[in-house]
T-cell receptor
Framework: QKEVEQNSGPLSVPEGAIASLNCTYS??????FFWYRQYSGKSPELIMF????GDKEDGRFTAQLNKASQYVSLLIRDSQPSDSATYLC?????????????FGKGTHLIIQP | DAMVIQNPRYQVTQFGKPVTLSCSQT?????MYWYQQKSSQAPKLLFH???????NEADTPDNFQSRRPNTSFCFLDIRSPGLGDAAMYLC?????????????FGQGTRLTVV
């Protein structure tokens, strides 16, 4: 049974600070890793994806992957109130296949003005 | 804009009455997925189509079926909805070319069973 674990939170971060979200996964063979943002009552929106060990930066977002530790993280710099949402970590077994995503339950992030 | 569109946004159905949810896409992606997300839970994959090939997850109940008549459309049929099937149903698409397999979601259909 593939599992993706996230701290459900809520994680409360002051506006302008760095928010750090973490995720671990059980399937060592997983190849693709994604972060989705989901506002209450809305569908998931893709924020970042990462396939290789190390860091990947896109604007205020940085995804970090450590396959040896089976650990993925998302850093949000200069946090804004609009970043308040649930962040879903998702893992895919293949690098380029059609298999679907295994999601964690998400971390509820609150940015305090 | 190219996108994934789900209809309806909200669906109320009676216990045991068949219901169909629809998804269309203008992205020309060859993979379409259906996920079920219950309140405060992770989205759970029900099945997916890779072109015309249907792939069912092992633990998806027989009550759930899907059809993909063409590249653009995919339907989720719930033959006899129970109270436990109330959830947000999410359609997603993915393109299987160039090693890029990110999935993009429609806005979801929230199903209520009364």
């Amino acid at each position: 049974q593939k599992e993706v674990e996230q701290n459900s939170g809520p994680l409360s971060v002051p506006e302008g600070a760095i928010a750090s979200l973490n995720c671990t996964y059980s399937d060592r063979g997983s190849q693709s890793f994604f972060w989705y943002r989901q506002y209450s009552g809305k569908s998931p929106e893709l924020i970042m994806f990462i396939y290789s060990n190390g860091d990947k930066e896109d604007g205020r977002f940085t995804a970090q992957l450590n396959k040896a530790s089976q650990y993925v993280s998302l850093l949000i710099r200069d946090s804004q109130p609009s970043d308040s949402a649930t962040y879903l970590c998702a893992v895919k077994e293949s690098g380029g296949g059609a298999d679907g995503l295994t999601f964690g339950k998400g971390t509820h992030l609150i940015i305090q003005p | 804009d190219a996108m994934v569109i789900q209809n309806p946004r909200y669906q109320v159905t009676q216990f045991g009455k068949p219901v169909t949810l629809s998804c269309s896409q203008t992205l020309n992606h060859n993979v379409m997925y259906w996920y079920q997300q219950k309140s405060s839970q992770a989205p759970k994959l029900l099945f997916h189509y890779y072109d015309k090939d249907f792939n069912n997850e092992a633990d998806t109940p027989d009550n759930f079926q899907s059809r993909r008549p063409n590249t653009s459309f995919c339907f989720l049929d719930i033959r006899s909805p129970g109270l436990g099937d109330a959830a947000m149903y999410l359609c997603a698409t993915s393109r299987m070319t160039g090693g890029r397999t990110e999935a993009f979601f429609g806005q979801g259909t929230r199903l209520t069973v009364v």
